[in-house]
C-alpha cells in the first residue's frame, strides 16, 4: 500500500486501511470498513489526531499515519505482557519439530494429523498428502481465536491454499495486508507472512530486513515443500505480504498474561 494522504471524499483501498486502523487503535470505534471516508471516518480520524498531539484536521498525512502504524492500542507502553497477535506465534514455536513422515503424510503424528484436518481439503478421501504450509497457520489461527477474545469478528480459517489464504480469507476479513516494502507499516510479533513463492509463516521477530518465521512443511534449505515445522530466518526481499488480524476488543493486562499461558 502507497502512502496516500487521505481526506473526506477519498474512497477504495486506502480508506479500508484506513478504518482498520481506527477500528484497532480505539475500542470506542467502530466504523463500518466500506472504503468510503465519510464524516463518521473523519471524525473518526480528528479523535485520533487529538490524542496523538496532532493537528485534528482531518486529513491522512505522513504524520497520522505513522502515528497509527507505531500505536498499540490495547497494551499499555509500560507493558510487558504480549500483544493479541504475537500470542500466534507463540501457539506455532509449541509445534517446532512437528514431523512428517515423507511426502506430505502425517503418519502417526497427531500433532499433524490436526494440522491437515484443520483445512478444507480431502484428496482421494483423507486428509493429508498436499503441501501443509497454509494448513499449518489456519491451524495457528484456530488456535488463537479458541482463546483470545480479542478477534471476535473472525472466521477461523480452513485454506489448504497460500494464495485463498491471502487474496480470499484475508481481504473477507478485513484484515490489515501490506506488502514488504511499505513505509507505513512494519512487521511485527504475530504478523502472518506470505513469500514470493507460495509459502506462507508466522514472523515470529524482526531485526531490520531479517525475519525470523515459524513455518510448517519446511527444511533446513527453507523449502516450501520440506517436512517439518521450523524456524527459519529470512530476508525481507523475498517476502510478497504481511496480513494483520483485525483487534476489536480490548482486555486486560491480566487477562493478557493468563490467555497466553493458556494458549
Known amino acids: 500500500m502507497s502512502q496516500i494522504t487521505l481526506r473526506k471524499g477519498s474512497i477504495g483501498e486506502s480508506v ?23 464524516v463518521a471516518t473523519l471524525n473518526a480520524v480528528k479523535r485520533f489526531q487529538q490524542s496523538k498531539g496532532l493537528t485534528p484536521d482531518g486529513v491522512v498525512g505522513p504524520k497520522t499515519w505513522q502515528a ?3 500505536g498499540t492500542p490495547i497494551i499499555p507502553a509500560a507493558s510487558t505482557a504480549p500483544s493479541p497477535q504475537g500470542l500466534l506465534a ?20 497427531k500433532a499433524l494429523q490436526a494440522i491437515f484436518k484443520s483445512d478444507s481439503l480431502v484428496v482421494n478421501g483423507v486428509t493429508d498428502g498436499y503441501p501443509w504450509c497454509a494448513a499449518f497457520v489456519s491451524f495457528c489461527v484456530q488456535k488463537l481465536l479458541n482463546y483470545s477474545p480479542f478477534f471476535p469478528t473472525i472466521i477461523p480459517p480452513r485454506e489448504a ?3 485463498r489464504f491471502l487474496n480470499i480469507w484475508a481481504k473477507n476479513n478485513n484484515c490489515l495486508i501490506f506488502p514488504a516494502s511499505s513505509t507505513i507499516f512494519t512487521p511485527q ?11 506462507i509463516g ?11 518465521t515459524i513455518e510448517g512443511n519446511t527444511n533446513d534449505a527453507g523449502s516450501r ?10 530476508i525481507s526481499s523475498i517476502i510478497k505480504s504481511y ?5 476489536s476488543i480490548s482486555v486486560s493486562t491480566s487477562r493478557m498474561e493468563e490467555i497466553s499461558r493458556l494458549c
Open 16 to 38: 479500508q486501511q484506513l478504518q482498520k486502523l481506527l477500528n484497532a487503535y480505539n475500542k470506542n470505534t467502530a466504523l463500518i470498513v466500506d472504503g468510503d471516508f465519510g
Open 68 to 70: 497509527l502504524s507505531l
Open 90 to 109: 507463540d501457539i506455532a514455536a509449541k509445534y517446532i519439530g512437528t514431523k512428517e513422515t515423507g511426502n506430505n503424510k502425517a503418519g502417526d503424528s
Open 161 to 163: 491454499s497460500v494464495s
Open 189 to 199: 510479533k504475530g504478523d502472518i507472512v506470505v513469500f514470493t513463492f507460495s509459502h
Open 202 to 212: 508466522i514472523v515470529e521477530g524482526v531485526n531490520g530486513r531479517m525475519i525470523t
Open 225 to 234: 515443500e520440506g517436512s517439518v515445522v521450523a524456524r527459519k530466518i529470512r
Open 243 to 247: 496480513i494483520r488480524l483485525p483487534v
